[in-house]
């Protein structure tokens, strides 16, 4: 028998009275989550939903996300996280791709999640804590329905980058060998643990390494659903936890919380953090104030994450994002797919247990994205040094071309951060008439601290070739974010005339 909510059963079984997930004051023990998980399979019969069928859900960091997921999975049927934030077109068009006929929203954005659901000929049940779990308590509790390892237990839609989202389809066996690699060689989780939940749970990072990995292994989840470095320090010192689980921008904004001395992080073990690169002066200035090691890692939404990590046994090299995990395993390649000398630039590819099945209905996509060996290419560009520490360069699609001259948006990104006035920095192409691109950095400043564009732009100016330094620099409040605070360039607006 297979399924991913054996694990919560399994769990449920070894530590009945242990707290599952926590948000604040509210309580799951273990035995209360398998419960709500197993009667949420007569819930869901009561709709209409057999195994296979696909169900959306469109819910903050709140128990009640994962009450939903396991029963969803319980009952045999395909889990589709959506970002709460969605609006009513892009509602509409998750669940008409992936053919989910009901929706499970957040009671505070019924009014999208309903419209959505409506345009797509789907049922919505909204979700408020007292009502939900007074509607899943009057049910009987269903038996488990078992799955094969290669039936698909989750949807999860793509950023869209290069389109609209694409659903990649991440298996029973897939999620959980992933966990379980996850869980035994980096972070080490067990029933003593409390693991941060601040990464969102519709994100396949929240979700397997913050929600699968902590229910898998006995530990406690600390939810919170809106991430505020404050808040997570607060929590940290509340609920001693042991393992945190970020982005880059929350490392970056704990460390520039003014009064951060006055919490007690002690009980911290181990920091992981991937979904974009991490900047080294980030990553020292975290570790110096804080006393933690951070071991940052790599991998996508069709590699279920986690495809490599700085391992906490072996050497760690700030800058990198490690060397595979066990069952992984990546390569870099040059245009034709054929494996680079180490030092060189090329693309990373990826194979193992933990790529996905296929993209949701997208044949020509799926065939294009992995090739019959089984590797995955990631539109990731790297190089892997000679212990074969692999080092993203950058995005292949975030390449600059300024006057027929490479330059990686993140190489100059880390010389920005070096900078002490620096927060947060993005910098993007403008289009130029003679060189085709001109470079940009839009730039976030601390708290209490002053720069000028100029000043910022001749720091750069004197620690990289001429050709990769900014020319149009300017200040913002704030850069443009995604779902796990993972900065978008793309959604960089670039001022008139602000190259002269």
Request: charge should be negative.
């Amino acid at each position: 028998m297979t399924n991913l909510s054996l694990n919560l059963s399994e769990s449920a079984a070894m530590y009945p009275d242990h707290p599952a997930i926590r948000l604040d004051d509210d309580v799951l023990r273990y035995t209360d989550l398998d419960d709500a998980a197993a009667r949420m399979v007569t819930l869901l019969r009561e709709y209409g939903v057999q195994p296979g069928d696909r169900v959306g859900l469109m819910l903050p960091n709140v128990p009640e996300f994962a009450i939903v997921f396991f029963g969803v999975l319980r009952a045999g049927g395909v889990a589709v996280p959506m970002n709460p934030l969605l609006k009513r077109r892009e509602v509409e068009y998750y669940l008409a791709d992936s053919g989910a006929r009901v929706l499970f929203g957040w009671h505070e954005v019924a009014a999208e999640a309903e419209a959505g659901a409506k345009a797509a000929d789907a049922q919505l049940l909204p979700i408020a804590p007292q009502e939900f779990r007074a509607l899943v308590g009057e049910r009987e509790p269903a038996e488990l329905v078992s799955r094969d390892g290669d039936d698909t237990a989750v949807i999860l839609y793509t950023s869209g980058t290069t389109g609209r989202p694409k659903g990649a389809e991440l298996t029973h066996a897939g999620l959980n060998t992933n966990q379980a690699v996850t869980a035994r060689t980096l972070t080490k989780v067990g029933p003593d643990d409390v693991v941060m939940g601040c990464l969102p749970l519709f994100h396949v990072f929240g979700l397997t390494c913050g929600l699968n990995s902590a229910i898998a292994n006995g530990a406690t989840l600390t939810l919170i659903p809106r991430f505020s470095p404050a808040k997570a320090l607060e929590v940290i010192q509340r609920d001693k936890v042991t393992v945190f689980e970020g982005v880059p921008t929350m490392y970056a904004a704990m460390l520039g919380v003014p009064n951060r001395d006055e919490y007690d992080v002690s009980t911290l073990r181990t920091c992981v953090s991937g979904g974009a690169a991490l900047p080294v002066e980030v990553l020292r200035g975290f570790e110096q104030a804080f006393g933690c090691i951070i071991l940052e890692g790599y991998g996508l939404s069709e590699t279920s994450p986690v495809a490599s990590f700085n391992h906490p046994d072996a050497v760690r090299k700030p800058g990198s994002i490690g060397t595979p995990i066990e069952g992984v395993r990546m390569r870099v390649v040059d245009e034709n797919r054929t494996p680079v000398q180490p030092g060189e630039i090329g693309e990373i590819q990826i194979g193992g247990h933990n790529v996905m099945k296929s993209y949701w209905n997208k044949p020509d996509e799926t065939a294009a994205t992995i090739d019959a060996d089984g590797w995955l290419s990631t539109g990731d560009m790297a190089r892997q040094d000679e212990d074969g520490y692999f080092f993203i360069v950058d995005r292949k699609k975030d390449l600059l071309i300024r006057g027929g001259y490479n330059v990686y948006p993140r190489e100059v990104e880390e010389v920005l951060y070096e900078h002490p006035a620096v927060a947060e920095a993005a910098v993007v192409g403008i289009p130029h008439a003679s060189l085709g691109e001109e470079i940009g950095a839009a730039i976030a400043l601390k708290d209490g601290t002053s720069a000028t564009p100029e000043e910022l732009r001749d720091f750069v100016k004197g620690r990289i070739a001429a050709y990769k330094y900014p020319r149009a620099v300017w200040i913002v409040d704030e850069l443009p974010k995604g779902p796990t605070g993972k900065i978008q360039r793309r959604d960089v607006v670039v001022p008139e005339g602000v190259l002269r």
